[in-house]
């Protein structure tokens, strides 16, 4: 089951020092602007909980794990102003997942498009099933995946986030996935996956926690430049996405 709330659910469980946080959204566990500004907030009043020692990131239902950002509201931007704010929005998720004192786990069920790459990229540790296929098709409308490249990148490599980026229609299977570094194991079903989940993070939230959270520092080294990129690259999307090009392409997906 998945919600049926238009602007999405997002709910968090905390038991035995680990808490959950479940996203969720009609269309494919895509994102909105408001759900995106609620998972932002969740993530910082996490990372000064003092009960919470490891997070996990999931979506709902055994579908898609998240499909990106909300493509009815991309078709409704209309100046560069809205087109800034619209792409800064994974632009603020993924920066709170990086400033995040906690590690995160996700927790990839499905596929993943887009945003929905950079989430699982900003990840710490990810696991997924053999259906967690990842896809990065913003150039087939005329932008490009600027603003979850860097966390792409830090992930995967250059050469993955090329062969992704330009290869904008192609599907990459999960074990592909796996080999470049985006998924740190991969299951057949979701009962393996959920079974493995629970095991891994008991334990690794019974490790003292002031060690968890200085090698989440250090794993994020190098990137303290990212609250200025991120926007940037927002303001790069947020251009293109005005662009005769993307306006005719947006309209066909209309029809």
């Known amino acids: 089951m998945t919600t049926t709330r238009q602007n999405g659910s997002l709910y968090t469980s905390i038991n035995n020092k680990i808490a959950t946080v479940e996203f969720g959204h009609p269309a494919s566990n895509s994102f909105p602007a408001e759900l995106l500004q609620r998972l932002t907030n969740e993530l910082t009043l996490l990372s000064n909980n003092h ?3 490891v997070i996990v990131l999931k979506s709902e239902g055994e579908g898609a794990f998240c499909a990106g950002a909300s493509f ?3 078709l409704a931007v209309q100046d560069l102003e809205q087109g800034s704010k ?3 929005g994974f632009a603020n998720v993924i920066n709170a997942m990086r400033n995040c004192s906690k590690l995160i786990v996700g927790r ?3 596929k993943a498009v887009g945003g929905g ?3 699982a990229a900003a ?3 990810a696991m997924a099933v053999e259906a967690s296929a990842v896809k990065l098709s913003e150039f087939a409308i005329g932008i490009g995946p600027f603003v979850i490249a860097p966390a792409v990148e830090r992930k995967m490599g250059k050469a993955a986030l090329a062969e992704m980026t330009l290869g904008a229609h192609e599907w990459k299977n999960a074990y592909w996935a796996q080999e470049k570094g985006l998924y740190a194991k991969v299951f057949e079903t979701i009962a393996e996956l959920d079974k493995e989940l629970d095991i891994f993070t008991q334990k690794l ?3 003292n926690p002031e060690a968890l959270s200085s090698m989440k520092k250090v794993l994020w080294e190098g990137t303290e430049n990212w609250d200025t990129l991120l926007k940037e690259r927002a303001a790069i999307s947020g251009t293109l996405v005005l662009s005769d090009f993307t306006k005719n392409a947006l309209a066909q997906f209309k029809k």
């Open 51 to 53: 009960d919470v020692n």
């Open 72 to 74: 009815d509201e991309l």
């Open 86 to 88: 619209f792409f800064s």
């Open 108 to 110: 990839i069920q499905g």
């Open 117 to 119: 790459v950079g989430l």
């Open 123 to 125: 990840c710490d540790y």
């Open 205 to 207: 939230a019974s490790y």
